[in-house]
Each structure stands twice: as structure tokens, then as C-alpha cells.
């Protein structure tokens, strides 16, 4: 297959961040959007992971560029509230350079072994193991990097995700037809490719390669495609969410520099701040508590706050295509797999989707080996994050209520392990460390460690004193607090 005209239908997050990615690396296809005005996006998908610097980098998208246009605010960790018993917050903030955990070498696996023998909590690992947290308790903008923290690699972002998508549109988006209609039907060749798609006013629409942005719809790759989706609501229960944006009442108190989490009875709350306002939502499960309840809940949990819009019921599925990239047509968002807000991977899976299927289509000529590869790739690491997703309630050691006693005790876990000790020193750095820590989760104890020795796996002498931050106390203090930061 050769890919000379590209069209993308849908004009959410996914829609005009693959637009705007095609239009740049490739300027010279012949590029087309199509959404409808009847159909709003999503509307939510405001939190990021690190990983979205790849492309911003890929697509030549500077902070400047587009921040205050947006709304947008750094985001340097992810902080968990009640995921555990008894409730101590954690936090997953961002560093790239975690030091090996090599069990040969001084490194932070160390620590751990540490905590094992003296029998010590590990759930401070973050504490321990970050020089930036205590920028990231004070809400303070990290304005220059110091030891190991790196403000590129190391920082995500909040934004008004409708402001991003007319801004990628407005400025990034030059090659594109945009075209607003609504797309009813279509015809294949006899080779199971889409030959045109139609619209309700019977104007047909070819391309070489259409890209499904069409949300949970998934109007082409699983309509038209009929292509299968796996399931991923045994593992990850929750369906449905209220989500709604708040005001500051009390913006120096309230505007954080990372995403905020709190477990609930029946799934959890999600908090962000913006430069404007915030945005909230709870996750839950309609397997264990109806609409109804959950947003009286929801309301109980906010407390006194008069909120700037009406609270809006969001309906979700989650799952995975079974091809993502089915002959000529490529799923990109919410129609080819969406884990669960849970560590902002929707938006992740776009990005990395995107920067993936850009190297293939670069080679020129696409052949179905290539798409076979791409859709393995892509399987195998959206599973892995889901994976990941799930460690964040099978960890916890949660069982009060029905939801938190079926994630932690009833649920059938099939071949999923937990991060153990080999994949620890073979695979070294993995974000999951944060959660088991934040998880009180120790994958050392005595007798682990009695085993590494008889083996000879371990240095005993190898323990690294407890992290020493304070001689960059007086640099974070200079650093301006999130609220003055945004202001000026
Ligand atoms: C509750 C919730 C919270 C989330 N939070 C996060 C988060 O914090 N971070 C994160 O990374 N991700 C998050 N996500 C995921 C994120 O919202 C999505 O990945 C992202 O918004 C992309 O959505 P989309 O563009 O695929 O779909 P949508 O936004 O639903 O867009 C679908 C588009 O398709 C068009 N369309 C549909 N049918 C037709 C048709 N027949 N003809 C023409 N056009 C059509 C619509 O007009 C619309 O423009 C969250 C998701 C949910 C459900």
C-alpha cells in the first residue's frame, strides 16, 4: 500500500493531534478531517504523562508555543490518596535518571534491601529517591534543573483539552481539509480495504488510508471493520464517571503542581489543576454502585463548592483492538483501546501510537507484515500499561467494600504477576516501583535476601545512606509557587 492521501474522521484530542502530527511529518499527502457537529468530543483528557514530550519533540511543539493558549500547567507527579490500608498519600513523580537497580551495584534497590532487613516501611520511596518533592508538597514551578531532575524529560502537563485540539487545529494544521459532516456508510474493495466512506449527504470521501478518531464510537475499525476488541472489565471494572469543572476558591492553596487521585468507596476522584480552573471527576463501577449514588458520592466528597458547569455523566468502555491497524484503516484514541483514566493513558497511547505508525508510513511502501508488526507492538505495550493500571488496586490491600474486596481478593488474575524480584534486576526501572512502594510493597525481605546471598547475587555492603536533599532547600525556596508562576 502506498499512502498519498490520509482521512482522518473525528476532531477530538485524537482527531487533530494525529492531524497535526501528519501534517508535519508528512507535508505533502493530501490530509483531510472529518467530524461532526452533532457528535462533541469527549471533552476530558486533561492529564499527561511525561512520555508526551516525545512527540512534542517529534512534532516541534514548544512549551511556549501553545501553554497559556491552553490553559496549561506543569504536572510533576501523580499523587495517590486512600489507595491503600491504612492511608498514606504516595506519590509517582516524574524522574528519568532512577540510578539501575542493578543488585550487584550501590543503587536504590539497595534501599530497599535496607527497609527489608530493618524491617522499615518503603511507601517514602519517593521521598527518599526524588531531590524535587519538596518543590512538588511546597507547589512550587521548577524553574532550573538541579541533581538529577531534568525539566524536559521529567515534566508533564494539565490543559483544557477542547483549547488544545482548536489550537493544534488553528496552528498546526495548515495542510488539512477540515470538513464538518457526518460519516453514515462506506464501501470496500473485494480485498476487505475501505475503497470510499459516505456521508448522510451521499458524498463519498476516498483516501489511501483512513484514520479512525471517532471516539468510543469506533465507527470504522470496528463499524465498518467489524474488527474484534478484547475486553479488559474483569481486570479494570470501572464504566462510567461525573465529571465536572470546579473554581478556585483558594487558588494558592488549591493549585498543584500534579495530578491528584483519591480512592473512593466504589473507584476514585481525579483532580487537576489548570491556570483557570480545575477539572474533577469520579471513576466508578456501575458493576457496584448505581449513577445515582456514585455522583451523591461524588458531591459528598467536593463538599461546599459551586461548580462552573453542570456535572456530566460519561459512559466508557474499556479494551483493545484486536487490530488496531486493519488494512487501510488505523485506529488512533478511544476507538482502538482505552485502559481507564488511571495514569493519563488515553492521551499516552496517542502519542506513542502515532510516532510509531509515522515510522511506517515514512518507509513509503506499507505491507502487511508492517502493520502485523505495528499492531503486535502496540498490543503488547497498551496491555502492559493496562497491567500497570491494574497493580494500582491489586496492590492495595483495600477490602471494605465490595469494589475494593473484588480488585484485591476476588478477581482472577490469570498470568498477570506481580513485579518481582527477577524483573526487577533484569528490567531495572519501571514506574511501577513508585505504586508497589507507595503500596508498602517490598519485593525484598529477610528471607529474599538470605537467598540473594547464598547465591552470591548480592553486595552486602552495598547500602547507600538515606538521601540527603536539604542542601538544595534554599534553591527550591527561589523557585516561584505554581499560582505566582501562572499569574505573572
Ligand atoms: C472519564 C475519562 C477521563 C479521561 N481522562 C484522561 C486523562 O486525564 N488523560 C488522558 O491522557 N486521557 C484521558 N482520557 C482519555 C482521553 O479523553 C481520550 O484519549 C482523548 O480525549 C481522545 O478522544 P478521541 O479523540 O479518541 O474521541 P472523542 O473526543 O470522543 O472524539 C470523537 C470525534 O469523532 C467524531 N465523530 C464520531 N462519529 C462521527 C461520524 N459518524 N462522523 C463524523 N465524525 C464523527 C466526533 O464529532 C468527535 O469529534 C479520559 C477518558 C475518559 C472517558
Redesign the pocket.
Known amino acids: 500500500m502506498f499512502i498519498d492521501s490520509i482521512c482522518i474522521?473525528?476532531?477530538?484530542?485524537?482527531?487533530w493531534m494525529t492531524a497535526a502530527t501528519f501534517s508535519k511529518i508528512f507535508p505533502e499527502k493530501k490530509i483531510t478531517l472529518?467530524?461532526?457537529a452533532d457528535?462533541?468530543?469527549?471533552g476530558?483528557?486533561?492529564?499527561?504523562t511525561q512520555f508526551i514530550r516525545d512527540w512534542m519533540k517529534f512534532i516541534d511543539l514548544k512549551d511556549e508555543d501553545w501553554m497559556n493558549d491552553c490553559d496549561a500547567t506543569y504536572k510533576y507527579s501523580v499523587r495517590f490518596e486512600n489507595f491503600n490500608k491504612p492511608s498514606v498519600p504516595f506519590h509517582y513523580p516524574f524522574i528519568a535518571d532512577i540510578n539501575g537497580f542493578n543488585l550487584e551495584e550501590k543503587n536504590a534497590s539497595q534501599w530497599f534491601i535496607h527497609q527489608a532487613i530493618t524491617g522499615e516501611s518503603v511507601d517514602g520511596f519517593a521521598e527518599w529517591f526524588c531531590p524535587q518533592m519538596k518543590a512538588i508538597h511546597e507547589n512550587r514551578i521548577i524553574t532550573k534543573n538541579f541533581d538529577r531532575f531534568d525539566h524536559y524529560a521529567d515534566t508533564a502537563f494539565h490543559f483544557d483539552?477542547t483549547k488544545l485540539a482548536r489550537w493544534l487545529k488553528e496552528n498546526r494544521c495548515q495542510t488539512v481539509e477540515h470538513i464538518r459532516?457526518?460519516?453514515?456508510s462506506h464501501k470496500k474493495r473485494k480485498d476487505g480495504s475501505i475503497e470510499y466512506i459516505r456521508d448522510d449527504n451521499n458524498v463519498k470521501y476516498y483516501a489511501d488510508l483512513f484514520v479512525d478518531?471517532?471516539?468510543?464510537?469506533s465507527?470504522l475499525i470496528n463499524g465498518f471493520m467489524n474488527t474484534g476488541w478484547d475486553k479488559f472489565d474483569n481486570m479494570l471494572p470501572n464504566d462510567s464517571?461525573w465529571?465536572v469543572r470546579l473554581p478556585y476558591t483558594n487558588k494558592r492553596e488549591e493549585m498543584k503542581t500534579y495530578t491528584n487521585c483519591t480512592a473512593l468507596k466504589t473507584g476514585w476522584v481525579?483532580r487537576v489543576c489548570l491556570q483557570n480552573r480545575m477539572g474533577t471527576?469520579y471513576?466508578y463501577s456501575t458493576k457496584f454502585i448505581s449513577d445515582e449514588d456514585a455522583l451523591a458520592e461524588f458531591k459528598e466528597h467536593l463538599g461546599d463548592v459551586e461548580p462552573l458547569c453542570e456535572f456530566r455523566n460519561?459512559k466508557?468502555k474499556t479494551g483493545l483492538s484486536q487490530k488496531p491497524w486493519n488494512k487501510n484503516v488505523l485506529a488512533m484514541?478511544?476507538?482502538g483501546g482505552?485502559i481507564e483514566?488511571l495514569e493519563?493513558?488515553?492521551?499516552?497511547s496517542?502519542h506513542d501510537w502515532l510516532m510509531k505508525a509515522c515510522q511506517i508510513i515514512g518507509q513509503g511502501h506499507v505491507t502487511a507484515i508492517d502493520i502485523a508488526s505495528y499492531n503486535k507492538d502496540v498490543r503488547a505495550r497498551f496491555t502492559a500499561f493496562a497491567e500497570f493500571v491494574f497493580m494500582h488496586y491489586g496492590m492495595s490491600a483495600r477490602n471494605d467494600t465490595p469494589y475494593w474486596k473484588y480488585l484485591t481478593e476476588e478477581f482472577e488474575a490469570f498470568s498477570m504477576e506481580k513485579f518481582d524480584l527477577e524483573q526487577w534486576t533484569i528490567n531495572g526501572y519501571n514506574g511501577i516501583i513508585y505504586i508497589m512502594a507507595g503500596h508498602n510493597w517490598n519485593p525484598f525481605n529477610p528471607v529474599t535476601v538470605k537467598v540473594l546471598e547464598s547465591q552470591n547475587r548480592l553486595r552486602t555492603d552495598a547500602y547507600i545512606e538515606l538521601s540527603d536533599y536539604r542542601q538544595y532547600d534554599e534553591l527550591i525556596e527561589s523557585f516561584p509557587y505554581a499560582v505566582d508562576y501562572y499569574e505573572s
Open positions: 474522521v473525528g476532531g477530538g484530542s485524537a482527531g472529518i467530524d461532526s457528535l462533541p468530543p469527549i476530558v483528557g486533561e492529564s499527561t483539552a459532516t457526518n460519516i453514515v478518531c471517532t471516539g468510543f464510537r465507527l464517571a465529571a481525579w471527576g471513576n460519561i466508557f484514541g478511544l476507538s482505552f483514566p493519563s493513558n488515553g492521551l499516552l496517542i
